[in-house]
Each structure stands twice: as structure tokens, then as C-alpha cells.
């Protein structure tokens, strides 16, 4: 049902009553008091006109029943937004790819263990806080350093913001896969083209690439990583790198080209630099 256009038309009927009735050509016009089964007695305008040698009457309705007809439509069309918000999110959070490890993950149940974890996290919140300018201006995020440190933990629990708060796309994925999938364009009975499998990691409003310098570091998977990312900084999308390396290996191996685009658009580097969550806890973060 349009609920809006509902509304538009009850909106009317209580706003033609607010305001004296027009005097229409070949048309009778009478006030009279009749009486609403649920609210008593109102003021009715009767227009009768003659159309073709028909009488045609039109009446006025209850103006406590439009009332409440329009409150009624717009709940019904506040529970419809609801349902449609709370499907798309569910569509949107299938498409992220989120690992179960990290189903639970959000940034108010991080816990930074220093005060470079607690910068860290302050600086996640207002990247998530500030996701429309992001999206509108391309700026991405670089986090750097050691492994258990929480990377992965901030990275999907701003994903899962930008989700739930903006209904916003987000892939999160693996330079391994990324270089995996467009490898295997190159085989003469490839289901899909090199352009293609750019499109799919250029659509999503945020992508996450995790692991990068796992890979071996040859010059296909570089010019690979390159072309993905710089096809999303080209169309102004934000990228999230993650890696254990160094910052300074980090730029070696992605290239200072990179790594300054990365900082555009409000973007910035995250150095996690403590020591792992997993020897303090004896679990994976």
C-alpha cells in the first residue's frame, strides 16, 4: 500500500475542513450536525451538484475519524519502514561476509589495553561516527602492526555500523581471495572477466581487505591489489587495508602510492603496537 500518498489525501480532507467551503458553480452547499457511531456529533458540508441530469452528493467525513485514520497510516507506514530497514540490513550484513569468530564484535565492546588501544578506538569511533563524510569524500583507513591486537575487532565493528546505522554496503575480504578470484580470469574457460570481478569489489560503499602481506609479494598480486584499490579511490569509495606488518614494511610492499592515497579524505593509520590479546586473555582477537 502507499501509505504516503494515504496520507497526502486524509491530510486534505482535515485541511479543506480548517478553511471556509468554495462556492462552486451549479452546486448546493449545507452545513448540517450528523452524528459518528464512535464520536458523537459533527459538522458535515453536503455539496450536491448536477452532472449530466444526475445529482452527484459528496459529504463530508468525521473529523475525529480522519484523525485517527491518519494516525493509524502513519504507524502503519513507521512499522513498514521498520520491516524494509530490518530486511535490508539482513541483506547487507549477509553480503559483508562477516566470519563467525567476529559475529559479536561491535566498538563498544572493544577493550583497549593501553594508550595507543584507546587512541585506536577513539579514532574508529569518529571514522564511524563521520561514515556519510567519509563516504562522500573516499577516505579510507590503514591498520597496521602486530597480530591479536584487535584490527579485525574495529574494522567489522565499523562495518557492522556503517550497516546498521546507514545501510551501507561492506565486503570484507582477503587480498588472497581478491587475488585468487581474478587469477582465475585468466583461464580460457573463465566464467567471469577481469573488469568483473574489479566490479565486485568497487561496488560495496566499504571494503575491507584483510591480510595484506600474507601473500607471497609478487608483482601480478601488487598490480592486482593496485587495481582494486585504486578503481575504488578513482570512484571516491572508502578502503579499509588490515595487516601485521609494520607500517614501514606495510609501505614497502603496497607502495607509497597507496599509502598516501590512504590518507586522503579524512582517512589515516592505525600502528597497533602492543602486545597481542591473545597472550594476555589466551584468546583470539
Not at 3 to 9: L, N, P, Q
Request: net charge positive; glycine share 6%; charged share 25%.
Amino acid at each position: 500500500m502507499n501509505y504516503s500518498a494515504a496520507m497526502t489525501t486524509v491530510r486534505q480532507k482535515l485541511a479543506d475542513l480548517n478553511v471556509p467551503p468554495k462556492r462552486l458553480k451549479n452546486t448546493v452547499y449545507e452545513e448540517r450536525e450528523v452524528l459518528c457511531d464512535r464520536h458523537g456529533i459533527f459538522k458535515q458540508r453536503c455539496r450536491r451538484i448536477a452532472l449530466y441530469g444526475k445529482g452527484i452528493e459528496t459529504k463530508t467525513e468525521c473529523p475525529s475519524c480522519l484523525t485517527e485514520k491518519l494516525s493509524q497510516l502513519q504507524h502503519a507506514e513507521s512499522e513498514q519502514k521498520k520491516r524494509r530497514k530490518h530486511h535490508k540490513i539482513k541483506m547487507l550484513m549477509d553480503d559483508l561476509h562477516l566470519p563467525e569468530r567476529f559475529a559479536g564484535v561491535a566498538l563498544d565492546n572493544y577493550e583497549p589495553v593501553t594508550p595507543d588501544a584507546a587512541r585506536c578506538l577513539k579514532l574508529c569511533h569518529a571514522y564511524a561516527t563521520h561514515w556519510p563524510e567519509r563516504l562522500k569524500r573516499g577516505g579510507g583507513l590503514v591498520m597496521c602492526g602486530k597480530p591479536g591486537t584487535g584490527k579485525n575487532h574495529l574494522a567489522l565493528s565499523i562495518a557492522k555500523h556503517v550497516i546498521n546505522e546507514h545501510q551501507s554496503s561492506a565486503l570484507f575480504t582477503t587480498v588472497l581471495r581478491i587475488a585468487r578470484e581474478f587469477k582465475s580470469t585468466w583461464n580460457k574457460n573463465a566464467e567471469c572477466s577481469e573488469a568483473e570481478v574489479i566490479k565486485r569489489y568497487t561496488q560495496p560503499d566499504l571494503l575491507i581487505i584483510d591480510e595484506v602481506g600474507v601473500q607471497f609479494g609478487s608483482e601480478a598480486e601488487k598490480m592486482i591489489l593496485f587495481e582494486v584499490f585504486n578503481t575504488r579511490y578513482e570512484s571516491m569509495k572508502p578502503t579499509i587495508l588490515i595487516s601485521n606488518l609494520a607500517l614501514n614494511e606495510l609501505a614497502g610492499f603496497i607502495g607509497e602510492r597507496v599509502m598516501d592515497r590512504m590518507q586522503e579524505g579524512g582517512g589515516g593509520t592505525l600502528a597497533f603496537t602492543w602486545d597481542s590479546y591473545r597472550q594476555r586473555k589466551g584468546q583470539c582477537v
